[in-house]
């Protein structure tokens, strides 16, 4: 055991999803229970270390939070220390590093090692706050799935169960019209909410952002349900879903966001422009449903809350050998460390990766699985 540490911090960074509480609690639990340590809980990401606001934990501040989405400890997903918005002496907002103000804070609650729990804005300061001699260790969160060195990230598993939920529901009402239904998900530049949402949901055809698609092929496939007998049609666009002689769209930019692009509003671009091709041959609607921020609340689910268990306890674990720097991962089912200087901007690992996130792999086992029941990606 390090016999340094006496008190640690934690906070979540970045976009919320469910299982957070899930890790939190396994924290606190594990570094009162385990080792002893005092926990202090940083609110609203690193805002809350900026502006020096934070609770003290003990085991009751834990308790009943297993089970519910969200955090307890407040989410924010613009605030980069390194480049966070301040107003000048003139009271025009600029960007400052304001990164020293939250070193000089967890110096002055002698807080020995910080958890970070989040996705790549998120772990990508965590990097940066490493670098400055910060003890740090990362755990990987998102409902994208896309961080790499990492098989699975909590929250996934919780907002595929939603997506399986709202295809199972999309399916009776498109067979009681005889409609085509789109169904958008979320996961930025992934495909994995679509692809295995889609795939468990039972969709005919899959848009993800890692296979470009021909809107005509998509139509002839849906047309050739149709004169087969299946007069519907279940397609699931992911929304970073671009068509092969064109762009993402974009909903908003969200600055002082690490990523400042929000994607969105592709479900209903493809609605469009399909009804028009299919329609005049079988006369069939088509209606887009947006799933929104659904995928990320809710109850969390038994793998989650599992996940977030084993990923809170192993980060803790991690401190007490002083093993910092670095990021819990879970790779083939087992626990372990990973650089974080690895993880970020790397766009090494995974099952194919591109600028740090990880990516679906267009020849991978899940795509070719897909393929091989006959759904559809459009290309
Ligand atoms: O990264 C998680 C995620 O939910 C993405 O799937 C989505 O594109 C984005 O966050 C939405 O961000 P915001 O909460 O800022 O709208």
Redesign the pocket.
């Known amino acids: 055991m390090n016999q340094e540490i006496k008190k640690i911090a934690l906070l979540t960074g ?4 469910s299982g957070l509480n899930a890790v939190i609690r396994s924290v606190v639990r594990t570094a009162i229970l385990k080792y002893n340590y005092q926990v202090v809980g940083f609110l609203g990401g690193y805002s809350g270390l900026y502006k020096d606001e934070y609770i003290n934990m003990d085991l009751k501040t834990v308790s009943g939070i297993f089970h519910q989405g969200g955090t307890i400890l407040k989410n924010s ?2 605030d980069n220390l390194f480049s966070y918005r301040v107003k000048d002496e003139n009271g025009i907002y600029v960007k400052k590093d304001v990164s020293d103000v939250a070193v000089a804070n967890l110096k002055k609650h002698d807080i020995d090692a910080l958890v970070i729990i989040g ?1 790549d804005g998120t772990l990508t300061s965590a990097r940066d706050f490493a670098r400055k001699g910060v003890r740090i260790v990362g755990i990987p969160k ?3 799935n ?1 961080v790499p060195a990492t098989d699975i990230t909590f929250g996934y598993r919780t907002a595929l169960d939603h997506i399986v939920n709202a295809l199972d529901a999309l399916h009776t009402t498109a067979f009681s019209h005889d409609r085509i239904m789109t169904l958008e998900v ?3 530049n992934a495909g994995w ?1 679509a692809l295995e949402g889609g795939i468990s949901g039972s969709a005919d055809i899959i848009l993800i952002p890692e296979i470009p698609y021909d809107i005509r092929k998509v139509a002839d496939r849906v047309i050739e349900r149709y004169r087969s007998g299946s007069k519907f049609s279940i397609i699931v666009v992911s ?2 879903a671009r068509p092969i002689d064109g762009d993402v769209t974009v909903k908003k930019i ?1 600055e002082g ?1 690490p990523d400042t692009v ?3 509003g592709a479900g209903e671009q493809i609605a469009k422009v399909l009804e028009t091709l299919v329609s005049p041959v079988t006369g069939q609607e088509v209606r887009n449903t947006n799933l929104g ?1 659904i ?2 609340g809710g109850v969390t689910n038994c793998f989650d809350r599992m996940l977030g268990t084993r990923y809170g306890s192993f980060a803790v674990d991690m401190i007490s050998r002083g093993d910092f720097g670095k990021m819990v991962a879970i790779q083939n089912n087992k626990m372990t460390p990973v650089p974080i200087e690895e993880v970020v901007g790397s766009g090494v690992v995974g099952e194919t990766s591109h600028g740090g996130t990880k990516m679906v792999n267009p020849q991978g086992d899940l795509v070719t699985a897909a393929k091989g029941i006959g759904i559809v990606f459009g290309d």
Do not use: A, H
């Not at 970045?14 to 999803?17: I, K, L, N, P």
């Open positions: 970045g976009g919320d999803c997903n613009k996705g998102t409902i994208d896309d979320m996961g930025r909410l929304e970073g969200v966001s929000r994607l969105g921020y995928q990320r």
